[in-house]
């Protein structure tokens, strides 16, 4: 079997040598380079491949894994090179791209999470809410600026944007400003909306913020950051879960791993315990 090395298309062209030139060395003729959208590749395409390397940020990572689960490979390595690479903070990769790779080459496969939303599937966040929105309006000309340009996301969202109604049994909020589980800790840019999460846990975190924090989300968002969120109290919800099932009553913008979609109507979201490989280093 061989390894696929999958590299974000924003690869600069010298981060794309680095990463070419990493290959071969380490891997000799053992790999090949993914062509065109990994995306678009059918199972037969993979099927010679048992380990992947996502090279980019979180929507690399997010399109590598969803082509990953189209076959029996489960064997994943992280290198960061994208404007955000907040799920490579949960696993506290940063560094020469080279000594990353070098270490996953001689690392032994650790079972980690996955997690699905419907028939999707995620590995750092999902959200729907002013989160989501952030994530939708970050647009590509805008993200140039780097994680700078979450921050201009944010400044244009609190514009526009308005709670979203979401029913799930056993809460009595109906309109949400935030509504985000996480199998990692991060989104944004570094935003650390779940320091305390591990995608070797087995569980999933969840944050809900009601209607009533929408006129005060700029210092909710610092509190957040800051780890202080508990000092508001009212229209708050924190818990962890194996699985959450609930309706969104109008169509809103998703996110999926820094991936924008719009949806509406019943979601189950869960998580599968010790469904991939991650093969590299950690350290965190």
């Known amino acids: 079997m061989k390894t696929l090395f999958v590299l974000s298309p924003r690869l600069t062209e010298d981060k794309r040598r680095e990463a070419e030139a ?17 995306s678009d590749y059918e199972a037969k395409d993979l099927a010679e491949y048992d380990h992947f ?11 590598v894994v969803n082509a990953m689960m189209k076959t029996a490979a489960r064997k994943l390595t992280v290198v960061p090179a994208g404007s955000g690479n907040d799920f490579a903070r949960s696993l506290g990769l940063k560094g020469d791209m080279f000594i ?20 999707r599937y995620f590995i750092n966040i999902a959200s729907v809410g002013f989160d989501a929105d952030v994530n939708a309006n970050n647009s590509d000309g805008m993200k140039r600026f780097g994680p700078f340009s979450y921050t201009l996301s944010v400044v244009k969202t609190l514009f526009t944007y308005r709670p979203v109604t979401i029913k799930k049994e056993g809460l009595a909020l109906t309109r949400w400003t935030l509504f985000t589980i996480g199998n990692g800790g991060y989104y944004g840019g570094g935003f650390p909306i779940f320091p305390e999460a591990s995608p070797f846990s087995g569980k999933l975190l969840f944050l809900g913020a009601g209607k009533s924090r929408l006129k005060f989300i700029l210092p909710f968002l610092i509190c957040l950051f800051a780890g202080k969120d508990r000092l508001w109290k009212k229209d708050m919800v924190r818990a962890s879960a194996q699985s959450m099932e609930f309706t969104l009553l109008e169509e809103a913008n998703v996110n999926l791993d820094g991936e924008n979609f719009r949806e509406k109507g019943p979601v189950v979201v869960r998580i599968l315990p010790k469904e991939l490989l991650y093969v590299g280093p950690l350290n965190k």
């Open 100 to 119: 990353i790779l070098k270490e996953a080459k001689k690392a032994a496969p650790r079972p980690m999470d996955l997690a699905m939303w419907n028939d």
């Open 53 to 63: 390397v996502a090279v980019g940020g979180d929507g690399t990572i997010f399109a």
């Open 22 to 38: 990493a290959a071969e060395s380490l891997w000799k003729e053992n790999y090949a380079m993914a062509q065109g959208s990994i």
